[in-house]
């Protein structure tokens, strides 16, 4: 059963999400603080029902602590490592375009302004969730040396795993855990870092602009926030960096935006 983990301190709209998640027959979990999240996430993880958890939607002011701060915990916290990729929603009363991107740098995959629609919520995690299915439904192999795709989909399964050939090495991607190897080595990616690099993965040398990129890893893409791509492929470069410093593997043309480089 999908399992959605709310945490947001306003109980009138922690109620409406509530009746609107099991109208969708979604089981849903509500906590309204901060203080709470990590250990219920460490119980989960060492549970059976960890598979079970699709999304976690975050209230950014919390009345204990910081919504943004606590999205990081998440994502890089060791024992619940298992659950470091989990979509994670933001809720926000905030306006300001800084905390939207801040939220989004952080590990966010998506936010909602305040006040909102439950209905468009539960638009946006499908969304996410469908975004994911198409990665692993994606072409089963693609060479990058001559930006040719021998696609062997036809009788390709949901959850296959991608592999993708260039002059930079191989790459693995795995939907079953969301995990992207390069040169044999494991990347730590935030959700939209590894859709961003996925898709320059699947049109090496074509040059993608930060708009298109950010409709890539969002069904309601925020073309103002469209300069939060630069600080995700800064993150990208970083963790290549850890594996291979000598290849420079993402080039960015000035004005136009970013190509994945077959050298």
Known sequence: MTHILLVEDDPAIAMSLKVTCKREGWQITWLDNASSVLPFLRNLH???????????????GLPDGDGLSLCQQIRHTPDIAGLKDIPIIFLTARSDEVDR??????????????PFSPRELVARLK?????????SQSTNHTTAADNTVNDNSSSNMSGQALTFECQSGIWHYQPLNYSLMWQEQKLELSNTERKILLTLLKAPNQVFSREQLLSA???YPDHRLARTIDSHIKSIRKQLATVDASIDVIHTHRGLGYALCPA
């Open 217 to 219: 890893v969002s069904d």
């Open 101 to 114: 991107i801040l939220g989004l740098e952080m590990g966010g995959d998506d936010y909602c302004a305040k």
């Open 127 to 135: 969304a996410i969730w469908r975004r994911e299915q198409l990665l």
């Open 46 to 60: 060492n549970s059976a029902e960890a598979q079970d958890l699709s999304a976690i939607i975050l209230d950014v």
